[in-house]
T-cell receptor, first 111, second 117 residues
Framework: SQQGEEDPQALSIQEGENATMNCSYKTSINNLQWYRQNSGRGLVHLILIRSNEREKHSGRLRVTLDTSKKSSSLLITASRAADTASYFCATETGANSKLTFGKGITLSVRP | NAGVTQTPKFQVLKTGQSMTLQCAQDMNHNSMYWYRQDPGMGLRLIYYSASEGTTDKGEVPNGYNVSRLNKREFSLRLESAAPSQTSVYFC????????????????FGPGTRLTVL
C-alpha cells in the first residue's frame, strides 16, 4: 500500500516559474525524502527532512513538513527546462531505512 | 567510484524461464534494496538486506528470491518468470548506521528493464 500520495499527478509550467508539489502520508514517520527520476534513469535523492524539522532548503529546493497534517511540500524556484522529470516522495517509518514511495508527480517545464 | 551498478540493463524472458539480476555497490553500504517500478504504481519494495547475512521481505516478495552474496553484492532471482513480473527493477543501497547528513539516503542503480513474454 502507498504511504505517500503526491499531488498533483502532473504539472506543466513555464521556465522561470515556481513548481509546488505536495505529498500526504498516513502514519507517523522518521523522515520524509524527495527523489527525482529523469526518463529512463534511476532515482536521485534530492532532500531529506526529519520528523522534528519543519523546513529545509537546498539550492533552489525548499521542502516543508507539517506532521500535524501529515503532509509535505516541495518547492522548486525559478524552474528550468532541465527540471523536467518525475518527482517522488518517500517516507521512512521504521528501522533499516526502508522507504515507502508515492506514485510520483510528472513535472514538465516548458522552455 | 561507480556507485550502484546493475546488470543486465535489458532482458527479455519467456514465461517459465529463470534469471538473476545482479547488483553491486562500491560505497561500503550496509543496507541494500530491490524495488520494482510499474507505470502508475511508483516503486514497491521486493526484498531488502539490512546488513550482510540478512534478508527480509518487502511489500511484494512473491515470485522472487534474493541473495546477499557479500557486503557489495545483492542479487534478485526470478525462478519461473511470469508476465506479471514485466517491470523495471531498481537496486539501491544506504548506510543508516553512519549517521550524519547522508544517513538514510538511498542511492539507486540505473535499473534493469525486464519483459516476460
Amino acid at each position: 500500500s502507498q504511504q505517500g500520495e503526491e499531488d498533483p499527478q502532473a504539472l506543466s509550467i513555464q521556465e522561470g516559474e515556481n513548481a509546488t508539489m505536495n505529498c500526504s502520508y498516513k502514519t507517523s514517520i522518521n523522515n520524509l525524502q524527495w527523489y527525482r527520476q529523469n526518463s529512463g534513469r534511476g532515482l536521485v535523492h534530492l532532500i531529506l527532512i526529519r520528523s522534528n524539522e519543519r523546513e529545509k532548503h537546498s539550492g533552489r529546493l525548499r521542502v516543508t513538513l507539517d506532521t500535524s497534517k501529515k503532509s509535505s511540500s516541495l518547492l522548486i524556484t525559478a524552474s528550468r527546462a532541465a527540471d523536467t522529470a518525475s518527482y517522488f516522495c518517500a517516507t521512512e517509518t521504521g528501522a533499516n531505512s526502508k522507504l515507502t514511495f508515492g506514485k510520483g508527480i510528472t513535472l514538465s517545464v516548458r522552455p | 567510484n561507480a556507485g550502484v551498478t546493475q546488470t543486465p540493463k535489458f532482458q527479455v524472458l519467456k514465461t517459465g524461464q529463470s534469471m538473476t539480476l545482479q547488483c553491486a555497490q562500491d560505497m561500503n553500504h550496509n543496507s541494500m534494496y530491490w524495488y520494482r517500478q510499474d507505470p502508475g504504481m511508483g516503486l514497491r519494495l521486493i526484498y531488502y538486506s539490512a546488513s550482510e547475512g540478512t534478508t527480509d521481505k518487502g511489500e511484494v516478495p512473491n515470485g522472487y528470491n534474493v541473495s546477499r552474496l557479500n557486503k557489495r553484492e545483492f542479487s534478485l532471482r526470478l525462478e519461473s518468470a511470469a508476465p506479471s513480473q514485466t517491470s523495471v527493477y531498481f537496486c539501491a543501497s544506504s548506510d543508516p548506521w553512519t549517521g550524519g547528513l547522508s544517513a538514510d539516503t538511498q542511492y539507486f542503480g540505473p535499473g534493469t528493464r525486464l519483459t516476460v513474454l
